[in-house]
């Protein structure tokens, strides 16, 4: 008999019952965008769970990046990471400026505070980390670095819903950080996207830039985009947020179940927990090197073929694309770290509610190949 398809992810809905009275509600309204009730509901309810005092919702997560370079007039080059989902690096081509790739951390796979000096120029602007797979950044070195060379700091936070460090939210770091909410994020609002900022002047701005830049009726203070979250996804926002936090209790438990098992493999590593940090489990990658018994494809496939479908998280590296392998940055000599983790890296299924016998099922054929 063939054993049913595990995905990497599996999207976290409201219960259906739930959702209807709202959308009865949304009818009888007829008010069905631009920030309506429930769109002012949701920021509401996410500045207060996320613990942060302004953030703007968007319609993905990707047009919050590409507004928070416009909101902060980024210029010339910006520091990045090849280590991260495309959007990342899109944004920063998007707004006509030139993206300066950084190498990584092998632990974390988090851009190497320590190699972003020597890649500032005299038109860097702005450095663009990520908190890749939710493990936060080193936020303190790289705001020392802004600090010294007056650079401004977004963070693609698409992966750090609710990550905390020392009791604070990791969306306070930096000047700008963006979320996702994607169908296969922690928390999701189908498609949807927020940028949380520090102050109500810029939240203001945000505001104008995703409408269009209209301050009012009839002024026009910028040139804005359409990227306006609807009263739907608010609304079914405002559900799956009462969830959020038992989906990453479930998470954790998946967690570490997988630590357990691949603990005495040979040649897998993991992530662990951090001491100080609250974590999301929003990936579960695991590093294949040498000494395990087949490479990271063969394991890829070797899943595949039992119905599992993992994710190769982050490969190719974006660097390797062909709008950006020209630039010099994009050497893969300059990239020795984000290469080797991209050719280890096997994100495992992690979602909440993934069953324990389908959790052992895939330590099993891991531990097996070992
Ligand atoms: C998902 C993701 C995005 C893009 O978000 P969308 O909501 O899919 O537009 C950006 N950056 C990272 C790191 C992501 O994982």
Redesign the pocket.
Known sequence: MADKQITVTSPLLPKLDDFIPMLQDIWDRKWLTNNGFYHKELEKALADYLGVKYISLFT???LP?ITALQALKITGEVITTPY??V??THSIWWNGLKPVFVDVDEETGNIDPEKIEAAITPHTTAIMP?HVYGTPCNMKRIQEIADIYGLKIIY?A??AFGVKKDGESVLKAGDMSTL?F?AT?VYNTI?G?ALVCHDEATKKRIDYLKNFGFADETTVVAPGINSKMDEFRAAYGLLNLKQVDSAIESRKHVAKAYRAGIKDVPGLRCLQDIEGVHHNYSYFPIFINKEYGMSRDELYAKLRENNILGRRYFYPLISTFSAYKGLESANPKNLPVAHKLADQVLCLPMYAGLEDNSVDRIIDIIQKNA
């Open positions: 993905n997560g990707t990046l991260s989902f959007a990342t990520v693609d698409a992966h996702s994607h994020k498609e996207g």
